[in-house]
């Protein structure tokens, strides 16, 4: 299961790997894959809260925005990072 193995340094490594694997060749301008774009908010959102199932045990949430919602709800964004995000995520 998702939870069952701690977090690891190892797993950031990997996520950032595959997110600059992803990047080669877009360009600056790519709204989705460039850098800022909408890829990065759901690997940020996704990659957080993966981390914080494996060290309390939350249930992970599906999508991006909902995503963002748990984070807020966790304590791990504060209001003005989960508005920032969600509402640049959206108008991207």
Same mark, same amino acid.
């Given at each position: 299961? #998702?939870?069952? !193995? &701690?977090?690891?340094?190892? @797993?950031?490594?990997?996520?950032?790997?595959?997110?600059?694997?992803?990047?080669?060749? !877009?360009?600056? /301008?790519?709204?989705?894959?460039? *850098?800022?774009?909408?890829?990065? !908010? *759901?690997?940020?959102?996704?990659? #957080?809260?993966?981390?914080?199932?494996? *060290?309390?045990?939350? #249930? &992970?949430?599906?999508?991006?925005? @909902?995503?963002? !919602?748990?984070?807020? *709800? #966790?304590?791990?964004?504060? @209001?003005?990072?989960? /508005?920032?995000?969600? @509402?640049?995520?959206?108008?991207?």
């Amino acid at each position: 299961s #998702l939870t069952s !193995v &701690p977090w690891s340094i190892k @797993d950031s490594h990997t996520i950032l790997a595959y997110r600059n694997e992803l990047a080669q060749g !877009v360009a600056s /301008t790519n709204i989705k894959r460039g *850098e800022g774009g909408t890829l990065e !908010v *759901e690997l940020l959102a996704k990659l #957080l809260l993966m981390r914080a199932c494996k *060290e309390t045990n939350v #249930l &992970p949430a599906n999508g991006t925005v @909902d995503c963002l !919602v748990k984070l807020k *709800e #966790l304590g791990i964004l504060n @209001d003005s990072d989960f /508005t920032t995000l969600r @509402d640049g995520y959206l108008f991207l």
